[in-house]
T-cell receptor, first 113, second 117 residues
Framework: GEDVEQSLFLSVREGDSSVINCTYT??????LYWYKQEPGAGLQLLTY?????DMKQDQRLTVLLNKKDKHLSLRIADTQTGDSAIYFC?????????????FGAGTRLAVHP | NAGVTQTPKFRVLKTGQSMTLLCAQD?????MYWYRQDPGMGLRLIHY???????AKGEVPDGYNVSRLKKQNFLLGLESAAPSQTSVYFC????????????????FGPGTRLLVL
């Protein structure tokens, strides 16, 4: 079946690192994504990782993928107040060539001084 | 490019009323999607379209209908609104028609907040 799970809430101090975790179920997912949703806005792609990779770094963002355990994490270095948002993990199982995104419930990141 | 736009931004309906949500994209994307977002849940796919004139059901299609008469527009209709359809509705679009391109993703609109009383 398809299921993406993530913790619902994370609170960090400004300047610390944030780590948001996600587990997924469908091993056919070629890509795994992290989206960010700011209050009152739509989802915006933050970063993605190809399923053959273990790690991807993009400025302050580091994505780690453990394909064996189907575990994905997003690390934000030097977290700022502007990083406060909901972060969604998504897998992308493929059915007959059609790309479908399965989202987790989202992790609300709160950054405090 | 405006990207993906949605109208209206907010609407209040009474039970039994009908309405149409409009999604427009100016990126010449083939795929378009309608999702709903409810508290504590991820986005759930309602309907999608792989091209002009085609539509298909997603995870939660009941109570909704869609049409894709023009490539750039994807309409979501509620024929008889119910309180269970109170939600935030997101439209998204994607470029490719079949294979997954490297890192290709869906582009989302800002959402329509719908309240059904």
């Amino acid at each position: 079946g398809e299921d993406v799970e993530q913790s619902l809430f994370l609170s960090v101090r400004e300047g610390d690192s944030s780590v948001i975790n996600c587990t997924y179920t469908d091993s056919s997912s070629t890509y795994l994504y992290w989206y960010k949703q700011e209050p009152g806005a739509g989802l915006q792609l933050l970063t993605y990782i190809f399923s053959n990779m273990d790690m991807k770094q993009d400025q302050r963002l580091t994505v780690l993928l453990n394909k064996k355990d189907k575990h994905l994490s997003l690390r934000i270095a030097d977290t700022q107040t502007g990083d406060s948002a909901i972060y969604f993990c998504a897998e992308s199982p493929t059915y007959g060539g059609y790309n479908k995104l399965i989202f987790g419930a989202g992790t609300r990141l709160a950054v405090h001084p | 490019n405006a990207g993906v736009t949605q109208t209206p931004k907010f609407r209040v309906l009474k039970t039994g009323q009908s309405m149409t949500l409009l999604c427009a994209q100016d990126m010449n994307h083939e795929y378009m999607y309608w999702y709903r977002q409810d508290p504590g849940m991820g986005l759930r796919l309602i309907h999608y379209s792989v091209g002009e004139g085609t539509t298909a059901k997603g995870e939660v299609p009941d109570g909704y209908n869609v049409s894709r008469l023009k490539k750039q527009n994807f309409l979501l209709g509620l024929e008889s609104a119910a309180p269970s359809q109170t939600s935030v509705y997101f439209c998204a679009s994607r470029k490719s028609t079949s294979i997954q391109a490297l890192g290709e993703t869906q582009y989302f609109g800002p959402g329509t907040r719908l309240l059904v009383l």
